[in-house]
């Protein structure tokens, strides 16, 4: 019985990791973040996982019983899910490569943490946790939910930090910031395409 909840946890942790990509969040943070300091990083990479931690925590304790609420079916909310996230992935991959901002303008004001917390808690990930406290929920608290989130975001607030920090050390990083952006745009638009066909294949007869 142990390992089945192994298992459990397990699968749940892969799912949750491909849904936020830690990946892509570290690179949108590290092009965010590229004109300021090692401190200001740090707490802006707490700020956003923080963030993100809350929404799919929510996502998971109460996610299902939103959806009863409104009468929406988890399939009908994949499909949406899945067409938002393709939007996204397509915005990231037709978006056009962005230079440092002047130093001056860059310090007047935080940058903008909504993209990566949108996108690390999209509704292509909120529909994965969901799924997954549904799935494996009895009479008590999603407990798989929980830990397989627990442990990606902590994992993602890492690898933000990271980017970032080597990002900053390297001469020329934007072009190779955009080219990745750019392939992960196409991952992102795939699986939005994927949570939509998938939801509408569960409407067919």
Not at 154 to 166: E, F, Y
Not at 183 to 196: D, E, H, I, P, R
């Amino acid at each position: 019985m142990g390992g089945t909840a192994l298992d459990d946890h397990t699968q749940a942790i892969a799912t949750v990791v491909s849904l936020v990509n830690p990946a892509i969040c570290g690179v949108m943070f590290a092009r965010a973040e590229e004109s300021r300091s090692r401190a200001e990083q740090l707490a802006d990479a707490t700020k956003a996982a923080a963030a993100i931690l809350a929404i799919l925590v929510g996502a998971a304790l109460a996610g299902t019983r939103v959806l009863h609420l409104f009468g929406v079916s988890l399939d009908a909310f994949m499909v949406a899910g899945g067409g938002v996230l393709a939007w996204m992935g397509f915005s990231m991959l037709s978006a056009k490569g962005t230079g440092s901002p002047p130093q001056g303008e860059a310090r007047e004001s935080s940058p903008s943490l909504t993209p990566l917390i949108l996108f690390a808690a999209s509704p292509g990930t909120i529909t994965g946790v969901i799924t997954i406290a549904a799935a494996h929920t009895g009479l008590g608290l999603p407990t798989t939910a929980l830990v397989a989130i627990g442990v990606v975001i902590a994992v993602t607030w890492l690898v933000m930090v990271l980017t970032a920090g080597l990002a900053g050390k390297q001469e020329g990083g934007s072009f190779l910031r955009d080219t990745i952006s750019r392939l992960m745009g196409l991952v992102v638009l795939a699986m939005g395409v994927q949570f939509a066909l998938t939801g509408i294949h569960s409407f067919a007869p």
